[in-house]
Each structure stands twice: as C-alpha cells, then as structure tokens.
C-alpha cells in the first residue's frame, strides 16, 4: 500500500441566516442567541475547505480529480447556498427545524458530500472545514 496524501480546496460563498427558536419568546431568543436573532438575519462570506485523502494517481499525479470534484462542491453545495438566506433556502434550517449554526453546516455539507465523484477510486473526504468569519470555525474529521 502507498502512502496516502490528504489534498485540501477551498471554496467560497456568501449567505445569511438566522438564529431563532419560534417556540421561543423574543427574550429567550435574545438570551440564547444574542444579536444572531435580530430579524431579518445577517450575513458572511464564507469559506469552505474540504480535505480528500487517498493515493497519488501514478498516470496523474493525482489524488482527485479536481475539476470533478470542484463540479460536485459546486451542484451539492455552493450552487444551493451561494446569496441564500439559509432558513429560507434549505428546509432543514427552516423556522422550528436546526439553527443553520457552522456546526450544523458542517454536518449538512456533509450529507450533501455522501460520495465523492466517479474517477476518485480509493479517496475519500476527510475533512470538511467551514470559517464563517475570521474568528469562528467548525471542522469535521473522519475519524
């Protein structure tokens, strides 16, 4: 067996969201979640680094393919979260459904990634880190 290489993508997108519980009175809200649940919401510019770990490719010198990959991030995710307000767009994040926090973007960027695309024989994601700012992150790690 060769050794096993970790490549890393960025990729980027911009939306807002929301933290509010609608069972919740207008001061529970406020206590929990700060300005987070200020009507209407707020926005970031996001970045997303995914980490797709397997054997260079001897023909390609490759890990994965990049233009499949970057093609899968695109229809999976970027493409459903770029310029959205996240609790309207995604019903998961819906009023009464998850709060679309980092931590539960990770998770849902996860789902979306079940698989990674045909021609990435033997890699597979490893790694999934999400900056919503310069100071707040969520990472998830295969384990």
Sequence with gaps: MGMKIVLERRYRFSASHLYRRPEWSEEENRARFGKC?????????YRLWVGVQGEVDPVTGFVVDLGRL??????????????????????????????????????????????????????????????????????WTAE
């Design 70 to 139: 970057d093609a899968l991030i695109q229809e999976r995710v970027i493409e459903r979260l770029d310029h959205q307000h996240l609790n309207a767009a995604l019903p998961e994040f819906a009023a009464g459904g998850a709060i679309p926090s980092s931590e539960n973007l990770v998770r849902w960027i996860h789902e979306q990634l079940g698989h990674l695309p045909e021609g990435a024989e033997g890699a597979r994601l490893v790694r999934l880190r999400l900056a919503e700012d310069e100071d707040l992150a969520a990472e």
């Design 37 to 45: 649940a200020n009507l209407p919401g707020h926005g970031h510019n």
